[in-house]
């Protein structure tokens, strides 16, 4: 079930697209977030409106943990007598946690200017994309800041996706079923010995549209056990489990 929910003239449909949201309406920029604010405003509609018990409600938890560790740190005073090495290493923790929730809202910006443009190039074409994409891949980035190597699947992705989003698509052409993208990668002997880098599978897809398709088919069996993945030069490596 996609989410929907209208909170003081803000729609959203999930926990990145409602900070996204917050960020606009404070009219911060996404490389200066004051996650002080942002937090605040942030768990107190999660709470208002009780989505942490929603069937969605985990990835909400989730991302509201993150702004209230972020935020805790941040208010922690210096300690007179602490080693100099020590608060160095601390100021450098949060800031590199600050970027991570950063660098996920930015491609999560990015992901969803191109799904609005694939959408309107899609028209009546839009019926054909597997529902609930954009929701999944917010999903991934949220519960990539918990398990940090899933955010290298979605930046392959998105880079992918950015590549090709000018693409011509055939209107007579709808996507395979996600059951047929699976078949075929369990299939793929190459993935199965040595593995192959994500960004050469989703390039060599003839459609934009078989491209999602196929990505949502790798995260599936990711999550399922039957493909592994690792950091492999800017891409990432795809093997069989």
Known sequence: MTLEIHLENIEFTGPLDL????????????????????????????????LSELDEGYSFLVLASTLLEIK????????????????AAE??????MT??????????????????????????????????????FEDQLVLSLKEVSLFD?????????TERKDDAIEITNAARPIEE???DLLADRMIATSGRRLSDILSE???????????????????????????????????GG
């Open 181 to 183: 993208a699976i078949e």
């Open 72 to 87: 805790s740190r941040m208010l922690l005073p210096a300690s007179a007598e602490g080693d100099e090495a020590d608060e």
């Open 91 to 96: 100021e450098e923790s949060l800031d590199e």
């Open 99 to 136: 970027r991570d929730l950063v660098d996920r809202l930015t491609v999560y910006a990015s992901f969803q200017n191109i799904a609005q443009e694939f959408e309107a190039k899609l028209g009546e074409m839009s019926k054909y994309l597997p529902g609930g994409v954009k929701r999944d």
């Open 153 to 161: 699947l979605m930046q392959t992705f998105e880079k992918v996706l």
């Open 205 to 239: 897809q003839p459609s934009l549209l078989d491209l999602v398709v196929t990505f949502l088919a790798v995260l599936e069996l990711i999550s399922s056990g039957k493909f592994d993945f690792k950091s492999d030069e800017g891409d990432v490596l795809i093997v």
């Open 19 to 50: 900070l996204l949201k917050l960020v606009r309406r404070n009219e911060m920029d996404l490389a200066k977030i004051d996650v002080r604010v942002i937090c605040d405003q942030f768990i107190a509609y999660v709470e208002k409106h009780k």
